[in-house]
């Protein structure tokens, strides 16, 4: 069963396409990271699932039901911590939690919910208007859980926590996952996606520019590792060795440097016994590792420009200041 | 499907018995009777209960409903601001549980208000006046409850049909506007245009059904039908009308038996007009909106 399937899902905002003909499906019980840089159309594509905004053209379902016609079936079998959200000032944390209980008939126990998002019995009992930034993902989180949702859809879960909420946050997916349910969650944060995720979809402007697993990825951008050795005399002589090494697609010499091109891991250390054996002095090696970040940007065009900034502009303060461009 | 239209009113109550919006609109309401009782307590010897009862329809026919819109003005677009509403639907309750919700919710909050400053009405009648005009207190409480309910309903509808808290705010105040100062330019303007006169007494009888339409006077006039004395309509009067006719309910300015639209019974119906025009208005709006 799919958990959740789009077909040609396209919004237009006047003259901008925040969507572009999305097909995307995501399988019953992975745990699917929804990457993009900020305005790349994650929020939007999100927004149409939840009945939020209407397609322009195409369509989705969600657990088998249609996005649209359907919602109301969708809704109490899912959690959703949306994007630009905010709670209720001057209800209690756990009037939110309780609130989301009754709506979803569910035999919930608040005060384990609340521990389980790390929200503190003091914190509990205290107006939410009160709260911080990280302290609202924690209640909308734990508002989500209620009712052992089939599928989780986050929206930007990462945003507002500190690296030790992030962690938590990344643990709370994994024990999800681990019971079975199916988790979709976007980020425009590579490094907060690829600890949890099977598998990845990269949304650039609109459209889905790869869907694959990171290691999948990696490989497919011809990733991989470039790896640069200074010989103790000129590299000319060991071009032949090194290129007879499987696992290097590319091996160039300048002076007494080699460097190659590695698309397998373990190619790095039978390119050392090689060249040790074909009388080559090593003198220093350096290993670049393509990183994801790198990969991210590669699939992005190193863009994270403003286009469909409308879509994504309710995103967060710690979002804008780590996509640093805005 | 269950409705969720009951937990969402629970909500929004609660959180309304929160604010300090739903205190202050007792406290105003709640104070008027106070001081308007306490003020006659002093000046008239003679007055009865039930005549001091007739005394509150003319601050609360302008109280009541700018605390109604108050109350519900923001009640819809103000979470679409703010982006609770996303929390909200995210769960599972529709977009029509959360405007049926929301509309009951502020509907009872302006019906507590109302509620309370009939009580102590009732209360200060007794000790201060020496009796208890219950049917009238009844009827002119329900009339009233009537009253704040639609101006809280109107005010939801177009809180649900609008996409910023200022074309909500600009609607409810020139709604408002229309109801106590534009009307009669209004409806006696192009009545004057079209017969070269100002409406007479006995007007045409389209010009008689806009007049039974304004809110207004479909509060003053079935006020003063439950009551002793009569409740005189605050609106602007610009001169184009009859001063005498502005006075006069429609049925009474009717030549002959007025028909049924013309009853003054049917300001109930007018009443409910406009709660239930502008929520049908904002619902559909709200249904069909990206969020």
Known sequence: MTAIETTGLTKTYGELTAVDDLDLTIEDGEVFGFLGPNGAGKSTTINMLLDFARPTAGSATVLGYDAQNEADEISPRVGVLPEGFDIYPRLSGRRHIEFAIETKDAANDPDAILERVGLSADDAVRPAGDYSKGMRQRLATGMALIGDPDLLIMDEPSSGLDPHGIREMQELVRSEAERGTTVFFSSHILEHVEAVCDRVGVLNEGTLVAVDTIDGLRESIGGGATMELTLATAADGHLETARGVTGITDVAASGHTLECSIVDPAAKATLVTALDGAGATIQDMQIDDVSLESLFTTLTNGETDADGQSTDDAGTPVAATTEGDR | ?291
Do not use: C
């Not at chain 2, 009862?53 to 679409?80: C, S």
């Not at chain 2, 601001?81 to 302006?110: C, E, Q």
């Not at chain 2, 030549?255 to 007018?270: K, S, T």
């Open chain 2, 1 to 291: 499907m269950t409705s969720h239209i009951p937990t969402v009113a629970r909500k929004e109550f609660e959180d309304a018995g929160r604010s300090k919006l739903l205190w202050a609109l007792i406290t105003l309401l709640v104070g008027i009777v106070v001081i308007g009782y306490t003020a006659i307590w002093y000046t008239a010897d003679d007055a009865t209960a039930s005549e001091v009862l007739g005394f509150l329809g003319f601050p609360l026919q302008t109280i009541v409903p700018i605390a109604a819109l108050i109350a519900g003005y923001m009640a819809v677009v103000g979470e679409r601001r703010s982006g609770s509403i996303k929390l909200l639907l995210g769960l599972p309750p529709n977009r029509t549980d959360v405007v049926f919700g929301k509309l009951l919710g502020r509907m009872a909050v302006v019906g507590t208000a109302v509620v309370l400053a009939f009580l102590v009405a009732l209360v200060l009648g007794a000790a201060f006046f020496g009796s208890v005009p219950v049917a009238d207190w009844l009827a002119f409480a329900a009339i009233t409850l009537l009253f704040g309910v639609t101006f809280a309903g109107l005010a939801v509808g177009v809180s649900a049909g609008t996409s910023t808290r200022g074309k909500s705010m600009a609607l409810v105040v020139g709604l408002y506007m229309i109801f106590v100062a534009l009307w009669e330019l209004l409806t006696a303007g192009p009545y004057y245009l079209l017969y070269d006169e100002g409406p007479p007494v006995e007007a045409e009888t389209w010009y008689l059904v806009l007049e039974q339409f304004n809110p207004m006077s479909a509060y003053t006039t079935l006020s003063s039908n439950a009551i002793e004395g009569e409740v005189f309509p605050f609106t602007f009067q610009y001169g184009l009308e009859d001063f005498e006719a502005s006075q006069m309910t429609p049925a009474e300015r009717y030549a002959g038996d007025a028909p049924f639209y013309l009853e003054d019974w049917f300001g109930v119906i007018v009443l409910l007009f406009w709660l239930v025009i502008p929520v049908a208005i904002g619902y559909y709006r709200f249904t069909k909106t990206d969020l």
